[in-house]
Nanobody, 121 residues
Framework: QAQLAESGGGLVQAGGSLRLSCAAP????????MGWFRQAPGKEREFVSA???????RYADSVQGRFSISKDDAKNTVYLQMNNLKPEDTGVYYC???????????????WGQGTQVTVSS
C-alpha cells in the first residue's frame, strides 16, 4: 500500500482558508493522478479535486472557484488550497492516488489516513 501522508487540517471560521498537504513517494507522485476526497458525518465519501502528472486538474462543482490543487515537484507534495470555506466543507479529507484519472475521481486504489477539517459558522 502506498504511503500518502496528509497534513494541514484544523478548525477555521466560515470564510477562512486552509491548505492541505499530501506527500507521496515516487512513482506515485510523478506518474499517478493524485487528489482529495472528503467525508462528512453521516454521508458518503465524495470526490473533491484531482491533478494529473501533467498538471491537468479536476474539481467537484461544490468547490470550483474556491479550492485550488497544485503540485510541488521538489517536495513530492500535492496541495489543496481551500478558500472561502463553508460549514458544509466540514469533514475528513483523504488524499488519494491512482494510475488513471478516471479511477482517481471514482474509486482510487491508494488512500491516506485522513485529516479533519472543521468549518464553524
Amino acid at each position: 500500500q502506498a504511503q500518502l501522508a496528509e497534513s494541514g487540517g484544523g478548525l477555521v471560521q466560515a470564510g477562512g482558508s486552509l491548505r492541505l498537504s499530501c506527500a507521496a513517494p515516487d512513482p506515485i507522485f510523478s506518474n499517478y493522478a493524485m487528489g482529495w476526497f472528503r467525508q462528512a458525518p453521516g454521508k458518503e465519501r465524495e470526490f473533491v479535486s484531482a491533478i494529473m502528472w501533467s498538471r491537468s486538474a479536476r474539481y467537484a462543482d461544490s468547490v470550483q472557484g474556491r479550492f485550488s490543487i497544485s503540485k510541488d515537484d521538489a517536495k513530492n507534495t500535492v496541495y489543496l488550497q481551500m478558500n472561502n470555506l463553508k460549514p458544509e466543507d466540514t469533514g475528513v479529507y483523504y488524499c488519494a492516488a491512482d494510475q488513471s484519472m478516471g479511477k482517481m475521481i471514482t474509486r482510487p486504489n491508494y488512500w491516506g489516513q485522513g485529516t479533519q477539517v472543521t468549518v464553524s459558522s
